[in-house]
């Protein structure tokens, strides 16, 4: 293994890290979207750069081969692999915002509601006027949720997946998915290190 690509793709790990930080700590929806885009990004380099680094290499390549097979079979790392292609090279969405909402719900008399420029809401004193319907508050938090990718180049569609390695995801949630294949591609940089030419 090449050690200027080794390192080179340590280095986009981190932009992955910071990538996932970032899908961990947004406060918008918005953030969440861009931060999963680079860290596709960072992903798609990663394997790019070991594939190269593994060129010539009597034990790398051969090993980078079973790790390309696995991208290719893994529900998981295929659609990392296809989304960052349909994100940099397609128009389509590949993720879907859903923005927030809240309800009061039951019989109900609110003294006072308000709302400021930013969509804040102030309610006064809310009372009850059945107790067969008593006052509830819904709130459906705002979300980020996978798409079906359609990656062009190979003119295939790939759904959001259900199964990383074998074992099933807990939600197939957008962090969810991001935190597995975090840990993946860094355990793949460690055995990638075995081959260092070096």
Avoid: C
């Avoid at 190979?154 to 597995?180: I, R």
């Amino acid at each position: 293994m090449n050690k200027v690509a080794l390192r080179q793709a340590w280095e986009r790990l981190h932009k992955a890290e910071a990538a996932l930080t970032a899908i961990r700590d947004a406060n918008s929806i918005h953030h969440i979207a861009s931060a999963w885009s680079d860290f596709l990004s960072a992903s798609a380099t990663i394997f790019s750069k070991l594939e190269k680094g593994s060129k010539g290499n009597n034990r790398a390549e051969p090993w980078f081969g079973r790790i390309k097979s696995e991208r290719k079979t893994d529900e998981l790392l295929r659609y990392i692999h296809h989304a960052r292609n349909s994100d940099e090279h397609g128009i389509a969405e590949v993720v879907q915002k859903s923005m927030g909402s809240w309800a009061i719900k039951g019989d109900v008399h609110i003294e006072r509601l308000e709302t400021d420029e930013h969509g804040n809401v102030k309610i006064g004193r809310i009372r009850g006027l059945n107790p067969q319907r008593p006052p509830e508050l819904v709130v459906v938090p705002a979300a980020v949720k996978l798409l079906p990718v359609h990656d062009d180049r190979f003119n295939d569609t790939f759904e959001p997946p259900t199964s990383h390695l074998g074992a099933q995801l807990e939600s197939g949630s957008l962090l969810e998915v991001a935190e597995k294949a975090y840990v993946y591609m860094h355990r793949m940089l460690k055995d990638a290190g075995q081959f260092s030419d070096g």
